[in-house]
């Protein structure tokens, strides 16, 4: 039986025990739930780009960005036939508000309530990205106030209760050496239990590191690469994505007029454009020639920054003919493909297993703390498949490398992380192949790596918890050399 079966078989149970207490309800939609897209929230401080970057994942500006009431809100993002926004208040009952969209953000009418008294706001909009999974675009942690960072808590995912979020993108900002910023928004915040398992980070405005430069995204990419091996971001996420947000969310929804403003700027000789674009305030005032007004101007570093202005003009002189090609360009330089990537292979391919594990934290946190006739047998229900399943398995060992409690040499680590699919489901990566790999390298590959992890589980001097892991690894080579069977 599958673990959305299992999960939802002891659901089923669940609702039984608890009907007619008022938590039967609730146990219902936790269930629909397993069926619903995978919720993932973003989030991370206040103007660290979470709004942009939503924006430019679903390829329409539909949130909020900079300051406003609304993006203070917790703000769900749902696909559906109609557009809709409904506000929940924290008292009372759900009210549809209405809104306005010209080309840009959503405009929410609160209709009178006070941005304090709304739970959330849930957005229905039509959209292919929001069909895969919704997104909860949180307000900021660490500043506003104390009440509006607990709200962007709320949703995050704590380790052992239930969470409306199943996955998290943690934005981050690098704005100096060193800076962590988003670390020390953990260690800032007791409630905060940050998890790997279900957690990336972003390396956001990747842009602005060094300033604009043209290699910007090369240093955020290294940036990223260092973050990435540092214990402390390895015990909060996966992994570390640069992406330059803004500039992703431009492209996607580049316009003709805006293509037509860069072309002028590409027409400009080359020394003479680097100096113009050396800084905004150059870009805005300078080279009245140019043609642009200051509004037009002003306009074009709000959506693209300075580094975009720069890559996009460098792009169109070198030859992007069309606004298509242009956008494409753009949209490759900004890393936001290599997200979507990282999203599919951690995320939205281990939909299941993250589903099922929003569900079963929640029934878990009920029967601790609503013990009622019958439910110690779904307790005892919900521990057993937590306990055998294999998948829940191969995340504990992945929490549990990342939390630095299983020790070997780094490069058996990296396997071990590799195998149970830390960097992706897929036997092509488990097995650190290429994406073409034949069934018989497949299966050559998965074979060997058995032997290998056979054997450090039985080696007498493996340390204990080695060898739990690496029987973990034994189950998914031997998993993965049943599917290949299967599919030959
Ligand atoms: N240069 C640059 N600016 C960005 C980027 N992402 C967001 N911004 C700007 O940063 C400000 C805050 O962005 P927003 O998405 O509202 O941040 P949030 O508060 O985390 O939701 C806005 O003015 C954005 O235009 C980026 O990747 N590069
Ligand atoms: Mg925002």
């Known amino acids: 039986m599958s673990l959305t079966d299992r999960t939802r078989g002891v659901l089923t149970r669940a609702i039984d025990v608890y009907r007619g207490t008022g938590h039967d309800a609730r146990l219902t939609a936790v269930r629909n739930r397993l069926d619903e897209p995978l919720r993932v929230a973003i989030a991370g401080r206040v103007k660290s780009g979470k709004s942009t970057l939503l924006n430019a994942l679903v390829g329409e500006r539909l949130a909020p960005t900079d300051a406003g009431e609304c993006t203070r809100i917790v703000t769900w993002y749902v696909d559906g036939h109609t557009y809709e926004v409904v506000a929940r208040p924290r008292k009372g009952e759900p009210r549809q508000l209405r809104f306005r969209r010209e080309d840009d953000a959503i405009e929410v009418d609160l209709g009178g309530l006070e941005p304090a008294d709304v739970d959330q706001l849930v957005v229905t909009w039509p959209s292919q990205t929001l069909r895969t999974a919704t997104l909860i675009d949180t307000p900021g942690i660490g500043s506003l106030s104390e009440q509006v960072s607990r709200r962007a808590w709320e949703v995050l995912a704590a380790d052992e209760e239930e969470t409306p979020a199943d996955a998290v993108l943690y934005l981050m900002r690098h704005l100096h050496a060193g800076d962590l910023d988003f670390l020390r928004a953990f260690q800032d915040t007791e409630v905060s239990r940050p998890n790997p398992v279900n957690a990336i980070g972003v390396l956001s405005r990747a842009d602005e590191i060094g300033v604009g430069r043209i290699d910007s995204m090369a240093s955020a990419r290294r940036i990223a690469a260092r973050l990435s091996t540092e214990p402390n971001v390895r015990r909060v996420v996966q992994t570390v994505v640069p992406v330059a947000g803004l500039l992703a969310e431009t492209a996607v929804t580049l316009t003709e007029t805006e293509v037509a403003q860069l072309r002028r700027v590409a027409d400009v000789p ?198 739990v892991a690496s029987r973990v690894a034994v189950r998914s080579c031997e998993g993965m050399l049943a599917e290949l069977g299967r599919a030959g």
């Open 270 to 467: 080359l020394r003479e454009a680097d100096d113009l674009l050396l800084t905004a305030d150059r870009f805005a005032e300078r080279m009245p020639e140019l043609g642009l007004t200051s509004i037009e101007r002003e306009a074009l570093l709000a959506r693209f920054g300075l580094f975009g202005v720069r890559l996009a003009s460098g792009l169109l002189r070198r030859g992007a003919a069309t606004a298509t090609e242009l956008a494409r360009d753009l949209g490759e330089r900004s890393g936001l493909g290599e997200l979507q990537e990282v999203l599919r292979s951690l995320f939205f391919e281990r939909r299941d297993v993250l589903k099922s594990r929003s569900a079963l934290l929640a029934v878990d946190t009920l029967v601790r703390t609503q013990p009622r006739p019958g439910s110690d047998a779904v307790a005892a229900e919900v521990e057993e498949i937590v306990a055998s399943a294999h998948p829940f398995n191969e995340l504990r060992v992945l929490s549990s490398v990342r939390a630095g409690w299983v020790i070997g040499k780094p490069d058996v680590v990296e396997d071990l992380e590799r195998i149970i699919g830390g960097g992706g489901g897929a036997p092509y990566l488990r097995l650190q192949l290429a994406s073409d790999a034949s069934r018989g390298e497949l299966t050559a590959a998965a074979t060997d790596a058995l032997a290998r992890w056979q054997r450090r589980a039985e080696n007498p001097m493996t340390a204990h918890e080695m060898v």
